[in-house]
């Protein structure tokens, strides 16, 4: 069972790539293309005629420092998760009068905010994202992680995130 499962995960992985080829222009192209352009190959799919060939190549690369600039003007000041509760609650709570949902949201989103080093990771899908033109965060839950390295015991499970690039995002 397990091998049909890989099976049909490989045909819908080959079904998202046939996809992502068929757009115009091809999508791995078109993000060759940007990343390249991004890095100062400025020049990259030209014709290759003898004109072209003969043409001086110059190349100011502002695309990268405007980009940077932009990155760094988004992420100078840190940003937050905050969770309120709606305007037409009135703050009680049936199952548990004493206790604020939103305050528990709010706590557990900043410890998940800093166990992701998020600042960090938002620079860097920002500056990939420049380049390929998206960037995806996964969540996903990991039944068997030891939360906060192990300071519970033997209880299991924690969410985990990764970043991933949007042309692998099928």
């Not at 072209?52 to 840190?78: D, E, H, Q, W, Y």
């Not at 206790?99 to 920002?126: I, S, T």
């Not at 690039?165 to 099928?170: A, E, F, K, L």
Request: proline content about 5%.
């Amino acid at each position: 069972m397990k091998e049909n499962n890989m099976t049909r995960a490989w045909q819908l992985y080959e079904l998202g790539r046939n996809y992502n080829e068929s757009l115009t222009p091809n999508q791995y192209t078109l993000v060759e293309t940007n990343t390249e352009f991004f890095t100062g190959n400025q020049w990259l799919r030209l014709p290759n005629t003898p004109a072209m060939r003969g043409l001086p190549k110059p190349t100011f690369n502002i695309l990268k420092r405007v980009a940077s600039l932009f990155i760094a003007s988004l992420t100078s000041s840190g940003a937050a998760i905050r969770f309120e509760p709606l305007a037409y609650y009135d703050g009680s709570n049936q199952a548990d009068p004493g206790h604020d949902a939103a305050a528990f949201a709010n706590a557990e989103v900043k410890n998940l905010w800093e166990k992701f080093k998020m600042e960090y990771r938002v620079r860097e899908a920002l500056f990939d994202g420049a380049q390929t033109g998206d960037y995806c965060a996964h969540f996903y839950y990991d039944p068997d992680a030891l939360p906060y390295g192990g300071a519970f015991g033997s209880h299991r499970g924690e969410i985990q995130m990764e970043l991933v690039d949007g042309i692998n995002v099928m």
